[in-house]
Each structure stands twice: as C-alpha cells, then as structure tokens.
C-alpha cells in the first residue's frame, strides 16, 4: 500500500497578519506529499472551536508551540500507518484523540491542518486533483460565485466602520474570469475615487480599502459609485454585499454603532430596521450576520422581514456546525450558511455541516478568514463539495490572490470550465 501515512509533522508558518500559524506536512509510504494551513479569524464566533494559542508575552501571546506538541506527540503517533484515503476515519480519530467538545485540548488550528492534509495527501497518492479527490464519486461542482470585498470595516480596520465587510458579488458575470475582471474595475475605481475624496487610509486586514468615512453609508454609496465607474449596472451586474459581523457591535440585544447619526445605541428591532433601510436604498443582495448570535429570534425576525430575494448568511450563529445550522434553519434563523473549516477543525465535520445546509434547504458559501496563507484548500472544497459561493476577502495581497487565482487555474482542469452555478445564483431569487 502506497497510501499509509509514513510522516506526520507540523511546522510553524506565519499568516497574513504576521502571527504563527500551524502547517502539517504528511508524507505517505508512497512518497506522496499532502500540506495544508490553518487559517486563524478575528471576529470569531463564541462557539467556534478553539484556536489554540500559547498566551504569554511572545508574538502576543499567539504562538502554536502548544498545538505543534500535541501534533508531535499525539497526532503523528496516532496516525502513523492509517491510509489517507481513509479521511472519514482519520477525521474522527482525531476528534476522539481531542476528546473535548471544543477541541481545545489539541487545537482546532491543529487538527484543521492536519485533517485537510490528509486530503492533500490522498489526491497526490492517487494522482487527482483536490477537487476530484474531495467529489469522489459524486458530481463535481462548477467554479463558485465570488464574494469580494471592497472596503475593509470592523474587526478588519480598527473599528473604522461599523459594518466588517462591504463586499461585492458579479451577479450578471458569466463565468469566473470575468467575475474577477469586473470586481478588478471596481476595487482600482473605488481607491480612485477614495483617494480623490481624500477617504483613503491603506489596506484592512483582508485586503479591502481602509476607509476613513464618517458614516457607513458613506461606503455603500461609494460602492454604488464605483460599480458605475467600472461601467457594471449595480444590481443587475454588480450587486453589494454586507457582512455586519454583528455580534461585534452588541449583546443582549443592545447594539452600539459609531458611525450612525444618533441614536447610536439600537435594540434587535433598531438594528434590523436600519438595514432593512438600507435593502430598499442600496442594491445588496446578501447580508452576513445582521444580528449577533445571541440573538437568534430577532436574526429570525430580519430573514423574515428581509424576504426571499436577500441571502441571509448566518456565520457566528451557526460556525460551520451541523447542529447549530439545524437550529438555526429550523428557527428560520438565516437562509445560508458561510462555511469555514477552521471554526469546527476537521474536513468530515465540515463535510456535515455542508450537508446540513444542504438539507435545510440553505445555500452555501466557503469562507477563509481574516489570518490567511497561500493555502488554497477551500477553494477546491467549493469545488468538490458543489458550494456556489466563495468568500476570500479582497481582490489585494498574495493569501487572498492565492484563491482567485487558484480559481483561474481550475476553469481550465473542471469539466465545466470556467462556469458559474447555473441562474438563479441566488435559489430565492431577487424578489
Ligand atoms: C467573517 C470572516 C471573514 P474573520 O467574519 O466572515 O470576513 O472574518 O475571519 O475575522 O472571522
Ligand atoms: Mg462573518
């Protein structure tokens, strides 16, 4: 057997913002190589599975001795000798291994890299690629719809705006390429005309404009302005997207906003009208977290108030959870679920959490995070698992080009080429 684990080592990388990250790198009795990253969030759920993190002093107290103890010592150990083709196996190993319900006892961000290693691992031993490997026997999916960001906000730029990201989707493009070529236009002509109106203070952590707006919606009508600049019909061509991130700006119910004229502090009803404003004023048709996750009945409330042609996206609340995505869409909490691996840790749980969504009638989107690498694994997740959408941050810096351009790549090896889901994109379509 050519597909038994030989070698089983983790190493510390760095991520987009400078801070260590876990790698593992899984070499098979047939010289077959598998790596993968763990990626690393800002504006984490509380119910995501545990970054784990060494605290103290160095790097912040954001090294990953810890996590690559438990991978020398425990991990390797264990799983030398498993066939990586065993992915299910190996996935569920590793969570008993952890033993605890949040995987804190090893890491998330070890278990994470390990996991999608081993898929690597078994498309280099069986001579197919990621997204073949992944699909199995099953259909492949076409290229994912892209979700870019424009300007970055939040968690992602010091608190600059209320709202994390403003981001664009190419709703009319009719394939991949192109979908990245309009979003090209408008991300130069947003900085343009930024920077003309002296709004331009550099780059946020997911590669989006760092603005320097007073108010929030002074982002969505320069949105609005570029789109136009790059000659996109905005709505039909280029629609907008928001993540709120909105258990950043609240609990209980109580939600304070900075860069809103008063009242600056707004119930779940509030909160929920002021976006509902502005889905009538602005052509957005998706919406990320506009509640915060402990405040599920009034995330309930907005997707009911919302309607059928705006994708709800429900990402703290849910963290790639199959259990929690159940609730969610039982309570009719959201209408889609992001999809990260790192916030559950391992391949197979995602692979759960996918087929959950699925059966809920929900719509998917693969998401990285704001700490980033070259790792290009999701993309091929999207892929391999059908998701139509990807979420990668901006259209700026290596670990988010990394992605886009994988995508590129792709559309010349998938049977489909370099196509989008089939209209409606968007299943409830846009009312
Ligand atoms: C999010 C992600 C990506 P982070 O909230 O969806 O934008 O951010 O990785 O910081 O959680
Ligand atoms: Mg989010």
Redesign the pocket.
């Known amino acids: 057997m050519k597909t038994a684990i030989a070698e089983l080592r983790g190493r510390r990388v760095w991520d987009s913002r400078g801070r260590p990250t876990v790698e593992v790198e899984i070499r098979t009795t047939g010289d077959a190589v598998g790596r993968a990253i763990a990626?690393?969030?800002?504006?984490?759920?509380s119910g995501e599975a545990v970054d784990l993190r060494d605290g103290g002093s160095t790097f912040g107290g954001y090294d990953v001795r810890r996590a690559l103890y438990g991978i020398a010592t425990e991990i390797a150990p264990l799983l030398r000798g498993r066939d990586v083709r065993d992915q299910r196996a190996i996935d569920a190993l590793l969570v008993t291994l952890d033993g605890t319900p949040d995987k804190s006892r090893l890491g998330a961000n070890a278990l994470v890299a390990t996991s999608m290693a081993v898929a690597h691992a078994a498309a280099a031993a069986t001579g197919v690629p990621l997204w073949r490997h992944l699909a199995g026997d099953g259909p492949v999916g076409p290229l994912p719809l892209p979700e870019i960001?424009i300007f970055g906000g939040g968690?992602?730029a010091g608190g600059r705006l209320d709202v994390?990201?403003f981001m664009v989707i190419a709703v009319g493009a009719p394939d991949f390429a192109t979908a990245l070529d309009w979003t090209a236009e408008v991300h130069r002509h947003a900085g343009r005309l930024m920077a003309e109106a002296g709004r331009l203070c550099g780059v946020a952590?997911?590669g989006g404009w760092w603005p320097a707006f007073d108010r929030n919606e002074e982002a969505l009508e320069m949105l609005l302005r570029a789109i136009e600049a790059a000659g996109r019909l905005p709505g039909e061509e280029m629609a907008i997207a928001l993540?709120i991130?909105a258990s950043t700006l609240g609990r209980c119910g109580r939600y304070h906003l900075r860069r809103e004229a008063e009242p600056r502090e707004l119930d779940s009803d509030g909160l929920a009208a002021l976006w509902l404003r502005w889905l009538e004023r602005y052509p957005i048709v998706s919406i990320?977290?506009p509640l915060a996750e402990d405040d599920p009945a009034a995330f309930a409330a907005f997707t009911r108030a919302a309607g059928p042609g705006v994708q709800v996206v429900a990402?703290?609340l849910v963290v790639t959870d199959a259990a929690r995505i159940r609730r969610a869409a039982a309570a009719g909490a959201g209408n889609t679920a992001?999809i990260?691996p790192n916030q559950i840790g391992t391949l197979s749980e995602v692979r759960e959490a996918v087929r959950a969504a699925g059966e809920a009638g929900w719509a998917g989107i693969v998401?990285?995070?704001?700490?980033e690498t070259e790792d290009v694994t999701i993309v091929h997740l999207a892929v391999g698992w059908g998701l139509p959408q990807l979420?990668v941050?901006s259209f700026a810096r290596g670990e988010r080009m990394a992605k886009w351009n994988e995508g590129l790549r792709l559309a010349e090896e998938l049977p489909s080429g370099g196509a989008l889901p089939p209209a409606p994109r968007f299943p409830w379509g846009r009312g």
């Open positions: 990626p690393a969030g800002a504006s984490t759920g960001q968690a992602h994390q990201d952590d997911e993540d991130a990320e977290d990402d703290d992001l990260k998401s990285a995070r704001s700490g979420k941050g």
